[in-house]
């Protein structure tokens, strides 16, 4: 029965998110941590939307997640304090710098489009550290933060009650992860997948593979832009590290760790990965050669994932 | 200002000698085992504190010397030990790996080493410079820039003289056929890697005499060495050296007019090879 298995994952998936912020304080720990996962969550699974069901290697993702995250703060410290308008600039510039880079990579396969999102992912990198006047440099952008949510009849504070951030910030992921769904079970995810499993038979079917892998590559940065925006919201401040390449490798670490050709792995690789660096660096300063460490042995002993593992057992 | 724009173009030089030395060694790994190596600037950053650990010992030149080979040496342990296992899997993983492997070398220096910047020492006679009107030209610029022609040459040598370098080139065009020829292939890539670290390794000793010892001073050579690889083009060893000079001339001219471009400009180039030649340009048609 494995249509029955696949929804009860799904209602207990939600049901852990809808109630994270009253068990996470008894569990030990806190509900901001909980927002992180949700927002790195929505950033891998936007990765995977073109790593995992696409089939395609980006690592260069943070760029458009520290787009997101700028366009959110600059517009908010310098235009409009309004969260929803530094939404939307956030979101828009990402898809728009993803669309116009987009063209110049998807002609390009494997390791060679890998190493042209790395590269161009560092422009972004660049003008953010050195644009000091606007960006602040290696500041970042601070003396700003997020407006309570103005809803016409009601008002919610989300600046200061963290669980209403939590529940905000889940009702965008999933918004973000419906959406997603529901393109990848239409003809054009399908389109996808068959891209995915045998590029040249898909282009000799006649579809435009070039074309998809672009589309891809927008629905996926927009995705992840939305996670940059919630991630700038969440810290009420953004600095040049939110789009450096090591935050791309964190990405897809989190994909892969929690199962790239499954739809909510990376969610569980994002809340594992978090809650492991959570505890590594509040114990040890060398937490960066524990996090190198947990790269290597994933790749060696776990390449599958979570939710690959789980699979492979039930298949077997 | 022509003496600035020759000290800058002669900057640029020197540095894209060095993205060159980096990306050499990076695209010899990529050509033969579709690896990119993110780790490359650790392996740089080793080589660096190694000879600063050796000097007291086997002196300046000493240093520069062996240096390199025991960085190659680390290398050919790691291939050996992890990167091998991943040969024929989805380069995603060998990315992840080396990823890894980058963030536990910086680690670890630091941890070694320190955080803080550590002095290194070049001979007197080398820091002087050689004439009072080309003040930039120091002993030391123009050694290096001697020792990495020399590298480079000799790189060239080995890859179309000897029976290994054959064997390197074949490789990169067809592994299968070379393999089947009776070439014991993982031994060859075993080395090939070995070779590509000697590169990081010597471009380390000779970039800690003008940039300083710092745990993170492969991180910003790096990228520009990706970028020298694509400008280049991809599986050509040429375009790649001629891809680094490249942008590293580029770089520095743009310093004269626009400091603050002179980063952003080689983007802009690898914006450009990609939009008028994917391929790169030395690279050949079909391969990516």
Avoid at chain 2, 192 to 218: D, H, K, Q, R, S
Wanted: hydrophobic share 55%.
């Amino acid at each position: 029965m494995p249509k029955l298995d696949k929804s009860a994952g799904d209602i207990l998936i939600w049901l852990l998110l809808m109630t994270a912020p009253y068990w996470l304080p008894a569990a030990g720990s806190y509900v901001e941590l909980g927002t992180h996962v949700v927002v790195y969550a929505l950033a891998a699974m936007a990765l995977n939307f073109l790593l995992g069901h696409t089939g395609v290697l980006s690592f260069g993702h943070a760029a458009y997640f520290g787009l997101g995250a700028y366009g959110t703060a600059m517009t908010i410290k310098y235009l409009y304090s309004g969260t929803l308008l530094g939404m939307l600039v956030g979101v828009v510039v990402a898809t728009l710098a993803a669309a116009i880079i987009g063209p110049m990579i998807v002609r390009l396969r494997g390791v060679y489009f890998a190493m042209c999102t790395i590269a161009f992912g560092q422009v972004f990198y660049f003008i953010a550290f050195q644009w000091r006047t606007a960006t602040g440099g290696d500041d970042g952008v601070s003396a700003w933060h997020r407006m309570p949510l103005d809803l016409g009849i009601t008002s919610v504070d989300i600046l200061n009650n963290p669980k209403a951030f939590y529940f905000f910030a889940l009702a965008m992921f999933g918004i973000c992860a419906a959406a997603m769904a529901f393109l990848l079970r239409s003809p054009f995810g399908r389109t996808l997948l068959a891209i995915r499993e045998n590029e040249r038979r898909a282009r000799f079917l006649g579809i435009p593979v070039d074309r998809h892998i672009w589309m891809s590559w927008v629905i996926s940065c927009f995705f992840v832009g939305v996670a940059g925006t919630l991630f700038a919201l969440m810290n009420n401040f953004v600095d040049p590290r939110a789009l450096r390449w090591d935050q791309s490798g964190n990405f897809v670490i989190m994909a892969v760790l929690g199962g790239m050709r499954s739809f909510w792995g990376p969610l569980i690789g994002a809340a594992i990965f978090l809650v492991l660096q959570d505890y590594i660096s509040s114990h040890t300063e060398n937490w960066m050669s524990f996090i190198g460490l947990f790269f290597v042995l994933i790749v060696l002993f776990f390449p599958r994932g979570v939710l690959g593992l789980v699979r492979g057992r039930s298949a077997s | 200002m022509t003496q600035l724009l020759l000290f800058n173009v002669f900057n640029g030089l020197i540095i894209g000698a060095f993205y060159a030395l980096m990306a050499l060694g990076l695209s010899l790994i990529l050509n033969l085992s579709g690896v990119i190596n993110f780790a490359h600037g650790g392996f740089l950053a080793i080589g660096g504190y190694l000879a600063y650990t050796l000097i007291p010992y086997l002196g300046f030149w000493g240093a520069l010397l062996v240096s390199p080979f025991l960085v190659a040496f680390i290398g050919i342990v790691i291939e050996r030990v992890l990167i091998r296992r991943l040969y024929g899997r989805d380069p995603l993983y060998s990315l992840l790996l080396t990823f890894g492997l980058a963030f536990m070398i910086e680690d670890g220096t630091r941890f070694i080493w320190g955080a803080q910047s550590l002095p290194y020492q070049i001979p007197g006679w080398l820091a002087a410079p050689l004439s009072s009107e080309y003040f930039f030209l120091t002993g030391y610029r123009v050694f290096m820039m001697i020792l990495v022609g020399a590298a480079v040459l000799g790189l060239f040598l080995i890859l179309n003289h000897t029976r290994l370098g054959l064997r390197i080139r074949a490789g990169t065009l067809d592994l299968e056929t070379v393999s089947v020829l009776g070439v014991n292939v993982r031994v060859l890539r075993n080395l090939n890697f070995g070779l590509g670290i000697y590169l990081a390794g010597l471009a380390g000793v000779l970039a800690v005499g003008m940039l300083g010892l710092e745990p993170t001073i492969g991180d910003n050579l790096i990228m520009p060495s990706f970028i020298a690889i694509i400008v280049g083009g991809l599986g050509s060893l040429p375009g790649t050296l001629v891809g680094g000079l490249l942008i590293g001339v580029a770089s520095g001219v743009t310093s004269v007019f626009f400091p603050s471009a002179s980063e952003a400009v080689i983007y802009v180039m690898m914006a450009a090879v990609l939009i008028v030649r994917p391929r790169g340009l030395l690279g050949e048609e079909g391969r990516f």
